[in-house]
């Protein structure tokens, strides 16, 4: 993203086009990783399903959240006049890490019924 704005060959119109891909990429990724470590938890951890099933969710959201706020934030930086660049780490991973928690545990409490 960072490198298609510095190129100008993307532009801040160009945002949901840029999320619809990001969409396709992170649930391709986010469903392998969540199956490869579904199998991973069943066989490591005497075929305790809740908890791949926990993990396999919360893989899929995380890989999805963290490709969404990716792509988006570096286009609004942009847009308001800042470095793209400046958005790609550490707001970025913030935001990705602090979400995932919620995430993981907003899940974990569903499943389990905590």
Avoid: H, Q, W
Wanted: net charge positive; charged share 20%.
């Amino acid at each position: 993203i960072i490198r298609g704005l510095a190129t100008d060959e993307i532009e801040f119109r160009d945002i949901f086009k840029v999320i619809r891909k990001e969409l396709g990429v992170s649930l391709l990724v986010g469903v392998m990783l969540a199956i490869v470590n579904g199998i991973r938890i069943i066989l490591m951890y005497e075929r305790d399903v809740m908890l791949a099933l926990t993990l396999g969710i919360t893989i899929i959201c995380t890989v999805t959240l963290a490709k969404v706020v990716g792509c988006s934030l570096p286009l609004a930086a942009k847009k308001i006049g800042l470095d793209p660049a400046l958005m790609a780490a550490p707001l970025i991973t913030t935001l990705v890490d602090t979400g995932t928690i919620i995430l993981y545990f907003t899940i974990a409490t569903k499943i389990f019924g905590i």
